[in-house]
Every structure is written in structure tokens, then in C-alpha cells.
């Protein structure tokens, strides 16, 4: 059995303009010890699906159908109470940018400890000397647990905020964006550590960007998202050696290179409004290759090759 099954998920924001079809029937699984990558263009709802999956959704937005399995448990029909002891304890989170979101007036060593003392009933002293295991696993010296944010570099901060999502030893993490803002060598040494933690605690990973490139150093599997949906999915072999996916080939010839020096295309026109998305395909008023299928129809996610899935009319 999957560790994660993900069945027709949407999540909408109810807006004053209009319904944001934000993650529309997206289905996936995950097996325990998997990274899976997410990878889209800006706005096509990753951070929603992440958000989804831990039950964070912020208003207006709410889960408008679909099912969400974690180890045999639907969270989608899960009071708030039972969902809070899931949370954090079998599924955590890394946020979009949380390392700016650090409390201030708190030390690293507090903000660690304390879901120990409130979900695991440790004493303020345990819960430090965890802290402090914690930080030297990120590759920290134990004595940060007395320091403050504003006392850490970027990359220190991205640390920290791994620990935080490890400490309550989840199956799974959401890993969104979490080397964005960090410069090429401290973003080397996050992705080691990513796989370090992989490795050394089985866990799970959705590893979210919009770099196709990090994912190819750490994904299992892929999948690609456009607008809502998700247009291709396989093994990162597949995905990235064989993609069928015109989206999925446009964002893979725009990954620039430095050595050979390729001429880098890039896929014309933007992402459209999910308040209203175009009939048919939603790729299709940027598909190169759009057939009058495309626009009246929506296609199914079809084998191309076993474990190698793909919604377009194409194929
Ligand atoms: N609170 C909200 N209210 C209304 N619409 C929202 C809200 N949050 C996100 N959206 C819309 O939902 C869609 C998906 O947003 P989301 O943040 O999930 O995208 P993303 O793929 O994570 O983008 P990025 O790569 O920029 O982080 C976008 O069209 C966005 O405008
Ligand atoms: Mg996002």
C-alpha cells in the first residue's frame, strides 16, 4: 500500500471574483522512502496542493472534492482535532519561504523544543537536548539552540527550518521551495542534506520547485504541473530522458546550460486565470502542436509506458 494516495483533489478559493480552480483533479501516489518532485510554472498551484495535503488551506480556498489517503487514513474527512495530531506528527511542512518567517523574540532552541513539550509531553530539558541533536543532524553546532534568527545567515535559517519539520519525526514532508532565495553553494549544501535526511530517516519527500534541475537531483519520481493539473508523471529517468508532455519538453529546453552552449527556448504566452480556464486542454492556446481535440476536450492521463503517465491528446 502507498504511504500517500491522492485521488481527484481540488481545492478551490472561493473568491469575490470568482471560484480559483487552484488544484483541479490531481491524483498521485507515494511510496514510503519516495521524493516526489512537483515542478510548474508559477501560480499553477503547488504551494496549494502542499497545503492541501497538510490541511492548511488558507481562506477562502477549501478541499472541493476528491480524497486524500495517508497510511490507510482519509484526512479529507478528519475532524480539526484529529487532523491537528496528524499534522507535524506524520505530516509536515517546510513553507514557501519559512525561513524568513522565523520568530524573532523566540531562540532556535525554543522554537525547536517547544511541539516536543506541547505534542510529546517532554521536559523543557529533553526537548532542548533533542533541539540540539536535531541541529547538528541539519549540520549545526548544538550551541545554536541559544541563538537567535536574525543571528543566522540564509542558509543557517534553511537549517533550522528543516529541523523544525523533522522534529516530531513525520513520514512525510513538504518540501516547498526550499532552496529558492539561497545562493548556489549554500542551495548545494541543502540539497545534500535533503538527501542526507532521506537516507537516514526513510522518510517521504514532495519536493516542490519550479527548478527542474534540483529535482532531477533528488526525485524518484516526477510530476509536472500546469495550471492546476497534473499533465505528466513518472520516474525521473522518464520524465527527463523521455518526456511526451509538450509542457513538460518547454520547460526542460528552457533549463539554460552553461556548458554547452544550446540555444534555451521558452514556452510563448503565460499560465491562464483559473478562474477561467481555457475548454479542453489548458495547454492548449500554448501548445505548438493543438488539435481541435484539444480545445473541445479534456484529455485523460494515459500510459505511455509503465509507470509513465501523460495527459494530451497527442498520444
Ligand atoms: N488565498 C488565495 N486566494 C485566492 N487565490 C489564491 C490564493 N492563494 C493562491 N491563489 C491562486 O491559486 C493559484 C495557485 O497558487 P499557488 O500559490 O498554489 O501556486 P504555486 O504553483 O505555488 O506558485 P509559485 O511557484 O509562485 O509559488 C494561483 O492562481 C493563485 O493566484
Ligand atoms: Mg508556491
Given at each position: 500500500m502507498a504511504l500517500l494516495d491522492v485521488k481527484k483533489l481540488k481545492i478551490y478559493y472561493y473568491t469575490l471574483s470568482g471560484i480559483?480552480?487552484?488544484?483541479?483533479n490531481v491524483t498521485f501516489s507515494l511510496e514510503k522512502g519516495e521524493v516526489l518532485g512537483l515542478a510548474g510554472e508559477s501560480g499553477c498551484g503547488k504551494s496549494t496542493l502542499g497545503y492541501g495535503l497538510i490541511g492548511?488551506?488558507?481562506?477562502?480556498?477549501?478541499?472541493?472534492g476528491g480524497s486524500i489517503v495517508l497510511d490507510g487514513k482519509e484526512?479529507?474527512?478528519?475532524s480539526s482535532e484529529e487532523l491537528r495530531k496528524v499534522r507535524w506528527n506524520e505530516i509536515s511542512m517546510i513553507f514557501q519561504g519559512a525561513m524568513n518567517a522565523?520568530?524573532?523574540?523566540?531562540?532556535v532552541g525554543f522554537q525547536l523544543a517547544e511541539p516536543l513539550i506541547i505534542?510529546?509531553?517532554?521536559?523543557k530539558r529533553e526537548a532542548l537536548e533533542r533541539a540540539a541533536e536535531l541541529l547538528e543532524a541539519v549540520g549545526?553546532?548544538?550551541?545554536?539552540?541559544?541563538?537567535?534568527?536574525?543571528?543566522?545567515?540564509g542558509g543557517q535559517k534553511q537549517r533550522v527550518v528543516i529541523a523544525m519539520s523533522l522534529i516530531l519525526n513525520p513520514k512525510l514532508v513538504i518540501a516547498d521551495e526550499?532552496?529558492?532565495?539561497?545562493d548556489v553553494v549554500v542551495q548545494a549544501q541543502i540539497m545534500n542534506l535533503f538527501k542526507k535526511i532521506k537516507n537516514e530517516y526513510r522518510l517521504s519527500i514532495i519536493f516542490i520547485t519550479h527548478d527542474l534541475s534540483l529535482i532531477a537531483e533528488i526525485a524518484d519520481r516526477v510530476a509536472i504541473m500546469y495550471a492546476g493539473k497534473i499533465v505528466e508523471i513518472g520516474s525521473s529517468e522518464q520524465v527527463f530522458n523521455n518526456p511526451y508532455h509538450p509542457y513538460t519538453k518547454g520547460l526542460l529546453n528552457s533549463i539554460p546550460r552553461i556548458r554547452h552552449k544550446e540555444k534555451i527556448t521558452w514556452i510563448p504566452g503565460v499560465p491562464p486565470d483559473l478562474r477561467a480556464p481555457p475548454p479542453g486542454c489548458r495547454f492548449h492556446p500554448r501548445c505548438?502542436?493543438?488539435?481541435?481535440v484539444c480545445r473541445r476536450e479534456e484529455p485523460e492521463m494515459k500510459a505511455v509506458e509503465p509507470g509513465h503517465y501523460v495527459a494530451c491528446w497527442l498520444y
Open positions: 480559483v480552480k487552484a488544484v483541479d492548511l488551506i488558507p481562506p477562502p480556498g477549501r478541499v472541493a484526512l479529507t474527512k478528519l522565523l520568530n524573532p523574540v523566540y531562540t505534542h510529546k509531553g517532554f521536559t549545526l553546532h548544538r550551541n545554536m539552540v541559544r541563538r537567535y534568527p536574525h543571528e543566522l545567515s526550499p532552496t529558492t532565495a539561497l505548438p502542436y493543438a488539435m481541435d
